[in-house]
C-alpha cells in the first residue's frame, strides 16, 4: 500500500521560510518521479516543483522559482521543498504526489499517489 505523508507546514510571517517533507512508504521510491502541488481556497491544484528519479533535474513554476527548492534523499524516501521568503499569496495545502516515470510531469491528473497534504498559512 503506496502512503505518502507530508508534514512540516504551519503559520509563519511573511518573508519566513518553511521545509516541507514528504515520506513515501510502500513503493519503490527511486523509480519515481516525484512533484509539489498546492491548492488555495477557490482555486484549483497547481503544479509548482518536480524532481526526476535521481534528483538530477529540477522543475519549478514561475511563481516559486528563486525561492522554492525541491530535493530528494532516495535513501531516506523522503522528498523536501524548502521555501524561502514566503508571500501570503503562498498560502495554500500542499501535496506532493509520485508517479512511476523517468519524466517529471507537471499537470496533478498524471499523477498516481498523493499524500493528504499539508496546511502553509503565510501572514501579512
Known amino acids: 500500500q503506496v502512503q505518502l505523508v507530508e508534514s512540516g507546514g504551519g503559520l509563519v510571517q511573511a518573508g519566513g521560510s518553511l521545509r516541507l517533507s514528504c515520506a513515501a512508504s510502500?513503493?519503490?521510491?527511486?523509480?519515481?518521479?516525484m512533484g509539489w502541488f498546492r491548492q488555495a481556497p477557490g482555486k484549483e491544484r497547481e503544479f509548482i516543483a518536480g524532481?526526476?528519479?535521481?534528483?538530477?533535474?529540477?522543475y519549478y513554476a514561475d511563481s516559486v522559482k528563486g525561492r522554492f527548492a525541491i530535493s530528494r534523499d532516495n535513501a531516506k524516501k523522503t522528498v523536501y521543498l524548502r521555501m524561502n521568503s514566503l508571500e501570503p499569496e503562498d498560502t495554500a495545502v500542499y501535496y506532493c504526489?509520485?508517479?512511476?516515470?523517468?519524466?517529471?510531469?507537471?499537470?496533478?491528473?498524471?499523477?498516481?499517489?498523493w499524500g493528504q497534504g499539508t496546511q502553509v498559512t503565510v501572514s501579512s
Open positions: 524532481i526526476n528519479r535521481s534528483g538530477s533535474s529540477l
Open positions: 504526489a509520485a508517479r512511476s516515470s523517468v519524466v517529471v510531469y507537471t499537470t496533478a491528473n498524471e499523477y498516481n499517489y
Open positions: 510502500g513503493l519503490t521510491f527511486s523509480s519515481y518521479a
